[in-house]
């Protein structure tokens, strides 16, 4: 979905369909034509997260919400593509001028950027095609416009007569520039400074502006004096393109593409949810382009690939191996380097391979179709075939199977570079099948997978054994670690990849007890202990020494009849503090909770305390707007502890939603525990502005509990009187809110996630 340039090495221009007359110097005409191709780069990579945002409400901040934006901005990304390859090899210049002129004033009826009127996903089923059918309505128009712009703009330089219009492909550099800096520009600049009613309204008069610059090239190109091209002139040139080097730019275009989504998907689940983190995969994918298609890479694309196979090495023993020796950081890190090398050997084949400008769109068209595939495989096909981010690994190989082959390594050994591979897979599948109890050579397996990583180094000049017994070792290492991470259940749903691990706790008299914990990604949502006795004792965040056993208890005398409301079931722990006369709603955003905190096998929490506790399925937001107002006398939201969290719970139109839903004298709670953001300052500035009453108290257990932990939590009320009983408690040490100053509130028009950065 990004700008890609071509080959600046032309082939013989006899063959050139068009001839324009080089008279014209003017620095002007190359500005304009950059500034277009800079102008339609920013106005692209701004509409993507400010999109995105709009539909946070609606969807919540989970990566595949990403990952869907992701296929429909390469999809149309490949219409538009296709429409400027037909268009510049179909129809004359002034043809070409007209019909884009009818294109561009029809995408006006998409201005200015909003959602359609009463849309809402849907609640029961897999929320894909809604998205991508509400991202279609609202800003397929303007978004397909923007798309064209890259291929059509240097076609149109290419015949305009300038004395560099033998050689259009220096303006990528304007135009990833403009991608760049609009990428880093949005979260560090827009987003803290301008507001979301704002950024739509500056986004659609930066696309006016793109349309005239457009209108000044178009009319460039409509006063030059060039000779036209024919279409079947056009078809016999295609022909000289071969399907092997057709497939091979395809290839080329996919494999880093749906690395990119894979890599996103996996630091995001099995390393950390760190928020922002997806855009440091895509600056550095963008930023590949830049370097392999510079006029240095001659000299940079050898030695890439000589240093490849040496970053394999520390990347595979310390990445997936041996991953527990090195902290989140510089885990993250051996990805992003290994993912670097990765796209720069890919991109810098593609760059190798480029043709000359006669075959301009066709090159952009089968690139943009690679890409457009590479994110369907990754959301369409990957998360209904495996129950968790194997599409990254498997990426990682065919990455390695694109290095350049030497002209020998088909004719010699082939059959042989597989029987390597193939007789590792062998060897660990009958050691998986026969050995009993694998895990106490667990360190033996590990030296072992190690010292073959090794042996991978001296296969590099093999591209197949190479790739292959690379990929042996990853999966081979994979199912090591998920033999030792006792994992009961697995399975991956839109919003991520939900695990039950089973774990041992060593009990006072030294007796091994098992326990259950659900996680998702890396973040843990609950446990629960297995005997009889002790699995109705909510822990980790819920304990009963802790905030939310501090307030039931401490409410204990008055709370008989409460009608109680949770946002976010987790395994269910909190429905232990329900009382058979109390009115309990449960609500969850994804279905795949609500089963595997419903199946006793798992986590019985439910089973056995709920009372039919009322599950709702959905957005919480969505859903209590439904509720009666002044229904509730405790709400409690509990959806911040993963660390994407759904901004669009904390804003003040949400606190107000909250206390309009709540009894005069209600109480509402929020869990916010986090490891990367300062949840406190957001709710302080809500409740200094619209004077509510707020306790946080920061618990860490006085005395080792099993598997009691260190948690957050804030209560706010509209009377400070309904809190008294809990700040005068000595259950706990509940304090008044911290005040900040530097921060404005947050709204549905403004959010920043930068600005609370711990």
């Known amino acids: 979905?990004?700008?890609?340039?071509?080959?600046?090495?032309?082939?013989?221009?006899?063959?050139?369909?068009?001839?324009?007359?080089?008279?014209?110097?003017?620095?002007?005409?190359?500005?304009?034509?950059?500034?277009?191709?800079?102008?339609?780069?920013?106005?692209?990579?701004?509409?993507?997260?400010?999109?995105?945002?709009?539909l946070l409400p609606l969807l919540g901040g989970s990566p595949a919400v990403w990952n869907t934006c992701m296929v429909f901005y390469q999809t149309i990304l490949f219409l538009g593509y296709l429409y400027a390859h037909t268009l510049s090899t179909q129809f004359t210049q002034h043809r070409?001028?007209?019909i884009h002129t009818v294109v561009i004033l029809i995408s006006f009826l998409a201005l200015p950027l909003a959602l359609p009127e009463n849309t809402a996903p849907p609640t029961e089923s897999n929320p894909t095609i809604w998205l991508l059918w509400t991202l279609l309505l609202a800003i397929g128009l303007p978004f397909f416009v923007v798309s064209t712009t890259s291929p059509l703009i240097q076609k149109w330089f290419a015949n305009i007569g300038h004395q560099t219009s033998d050689d259009p492909y220096f303006l990528y550099a304007a135009s990833n520039t403009g991608s760049l800096i609009a990428l880093l520009s949005y979260p560090f600049l827009l987003e803290p400074s301008i507001g979301l009613a704002h950024q739509k309204t500056y986004w659609s008069i930066g696309y006016v502006i793109l349309c005239l610059l457009i209108a000044g090239c178009a009319a460039i190109l409509w006063k030059s004096k060039t000779r036209q091209s024919t279409a079947q002139n056009q078809t016999s040139e295609e022909n000289t393109l071969s399907v092997f080097k057709k497939l091979h730019w395809l290839a080329l275009a996919f494999v880093p593409s749906s690395l990119l989504l894979g890599l996103t998907n996996f630091i995001s689940t099995d390393i950390a949810s760190v928020p922002l983190l997806w855009i440091i995969p895509l600056t550095v994918y963008l930023l590949s382009f830049v370097i392999v298609f510079s006029k240095w890479n001659d000299n940079i694309h050898p030695t890439i690939v000589k240093l490849q196979p040496v970053i394999l090495l520390p990347f595979i023993a310390y990445a997936f191996i041996n991953p527990a020796d090195l902290p989140y950081w510089a885990y993250l890190i051996l990805h992003l380097i290994a993912f670097f090398f990765a796209v720069m050997v890919c991109h810098g084949e593609l760059a190798k391979s480029r043709p000359s400008t006669q075959h301009l769109t066709t090159f952009y068209l089968i690139m943009s179709f690679g890409g457009m595939l590479g994110g369907m495989f990754n959301t369409f096909v990957a998360p209904f075939i495996f129950n968790g981010i194997y599409e990254y690994p498997i990426m990682i190989i065919a990455a390695l199977l694109l290095r350049p082959w030497p002209s020998n390594s088909v004719k010699n050994g082939l059959i042989l570079q597989i029987a390597i591979p193939a007789l590792l897979v062998i060897i660990g599948l009958v050691l998986y099948a026969n050995i009993e109890d694998l895990l106490q050579y667990f360190d033996i397996l590990v030296i072992s997978l190690i010292?073959?990583?090794?042996?991978?180094?001296?296969?590099?000049?093999?591209?197949?054994a190479f790739a292959l017994t690379t990929g042996t070792i990853i999966f081979l290492a994979l199912g090591l670690h998920g033999l030792s991470s006792h994992t009961l259940y697995q399975e991956r749903s839109f919003f991520g990849v939900l695990a039950v691990r089973e774990s041992v706790l060593t009990s006072e008299q030294n007796q091994p007890e098992t326990y259950h914990e659900l996680f998702h990604g890396t973040t843990k949502h609950g446990a629960q202990r297995l005997p009889e006795v002790l699995a109705t004792i909510p822990l980790t965040y819920y304990s009963r020494p802790g905030p939310m056993g501090q307030l039931f208890k401490e409410y204990d005398n008055n709370n008989q009849n409460w009608t109680i409301g949770i946002v976010g079931l987790g395994a269910g722990a909190l429905s232990c503090y329900a009382k058979p006369s109390q009115h309990w709603t449960l609500y969850e955003i994804d279905p795949l909770v609500v089963d595997i905190a419903s199946n006793p096998e798992y986590f019985s929490y439910l089973k056995r305390c709920s009372y039919d506790s009322k599950m709702s399925i959905g957005d919480a937001?969505?859903?209590?707007?439904?509720?009666?107002?002044?229904?509730?006398?405790?709400?409690?939201?509990?959806?911040?502890?993963?660390?994407?969290?759904?901004?669009?719970?904390?804003?003040?139109?949400?606190?107000?939603?909250?206390?309009?839903?709540?009894?005069?004298?209600?109480?509402?709670?929020?869990?916010?525990?986090?490891?990367?953001?300062?949840?406190?300052?957001?709710?302080?500035?809500?409740?200094e502005k619209m004077h509510f009453s707020a306790l946080i108290e920061e618990f860490k257990p006085q005395q080792e509990l099993p598997l009691i932990v260190a948690t957050d939590w804030v209560v706010m009320a509209k009377d400070s009187q309904t809190l008294t009983p809990l700040s005068l408690s000595r259950l706990g040490n509940w304090q008044k809110m911290p005040l900040y100053f530097d921060m404005q509130p947050w709204t549905d028009d403004f959010t920043n996630i930068v600005s609370i950065w711990k």
């Open 1 to 54: 979905m990004f700008r890609r340039p071509v080959n600046n090495t032309r082939e013989n221009d006899s063959e050139t369909m068009t001839a324009p007359a080089k008279t014209n110097r003017s620095l002007s005409w190359t500005l304009l034509f950059a500034g277009t191709l800079f102008v339609s780069a920013s106005l692209m990579f701004v509409l993507q997260p400010l999109f995105g945002k709009i």
């Open 96 to 98: 070409q001028i007209q």
């Open 451 to 464: 010292a073959l990583t090794l042996i991978t180094f001296f296969l590099r000049a093999k591209p197949v």
């Open 621 to 687: 937001r969505l859903s209590l707007e439904k509720e009666p107002d002044s229904k509730f006398d405790l709400l409690v939201m509990d959806a911040f502890s993963s660390d994407s969290v759904p901004t669009h719970l904390l804003t003040q139109e949400a606190i107000e939603l909250y206390f309009k839903k709540l009894k005069p004298q209600g109480i509402l709670a929020f869990h916010i525990t986090n490891r990367h953001l300062l949840l406190k300052k957001v709710l302080s500035i809500h409740a």
